[in-house]
């Protein structure tokens, strides 16, 4: 039987609360880790003796390790391939920016150096989003709380982690009760992350966007939309046939009257299906009573199975123009990062045998984050 991670939970909380051990150790034990990710139990100090032959026989501090580690020449953004117990591998992404040098080139703000963290959900993915290589690799399983967590242990070892971002493989609204936990642990010590700066990208799976306003009040929440109407979507998002549209929308208003907070929307720009004046003009009626930034993609075809090609520069500017000038919705063009480490998300995984045969320095497609 493989042994559980240390970072699930309610695991290692209902074994401890079992065995008589006081559930307070747990943050300790936890702060240990990260400090140091291999360390062995016996190494823990000043536990119960109780909870070192739990610990031995049904934990282990890290069930993933970290394979490899791309990083980029843009010097912004690190790619992590991460091995799971049963050997299937997730990618992480760190990009790392100083706000007082404009976030990705942007104006100067005050603050310093910042790293935001890309997190998988899910090994593959079952929504098969036309245009995404996750998408084309299936449905393979879902990451436990501990394993979403261990990426971000990872990640502590190359940066000061600031912002997740469940952007990576697989949807997250699909692994619900393994992504709530995981926030409750990231957000509660020894992590500490401001639930403000945890975002979670959704296709849109109506049911548990419900649900998301009582177990974590106040989450940021990005919508993979990508077309105005639903005959686009079910065109380049299957998945979207069990959630309508309109209802999709509804479920919004309902989430923003809750949470009170901006909705990101993202959606990804190809060339003559989702890019024309006429979808500009869909997107900006749908959106306008809405608080929310659109962030546009721009498509990246490299590794993926897909036929859908870029929009043209001049056609993300004026679809961008439409939005802002004539219904004054925040619109941004998403800029890629780590062109030369990998492909958008589940490239890297996707093409594993290629690449691990590449090498670090040969790597040539482009990394996009999960759209
Ligand atoms: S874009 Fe996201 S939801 Fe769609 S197939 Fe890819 S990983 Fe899944």
Redesign the pocket.
Known sequence: MSLRSIFDAAEIRAEFQKAGISTHFITFIWKHVIQNPNCEWHEVPSLPSAAYSLLRTKFKPLTSTLDSVFDSTDEVTTKLLIKLQNGAFVEAVVMRYDSRLGKYGGDPRPGGPRATLCISS?VG?????K?????SMGFKNNLSSGEIVEQLVHALRLSHIRNVVFMG???PLNNYAALVEAIHVMTGPPFRLSLKKITV???GIIHAIKKLPTDIPNLNLAV?LHAPVQDIRCQI?P?ARAFPLEKLMDTLREYQKKCQQKIFIEYIMLDGVNDEEQHAHQLGNLLETFQVVVNLIPFNPIGTLSNFRSSSEQRVTRFQKILRGTYNIRTTVRKQMGQDISGA??QLVVNLPEKRSIGHDHLTDIEDL??
Do not use: I
């Not at 993915?125 to 989003?129: A, D, F, N, S, T």
């Not at 245009?131 to 998408?135: L, P």
């Open positions: 899910q993915c079952k929504m098969g989003c245009f995404c290589a996750t998408g493989m697989g949807e990208s959704t296709v993979s998002m998945a998300c589940g999960h759209l």
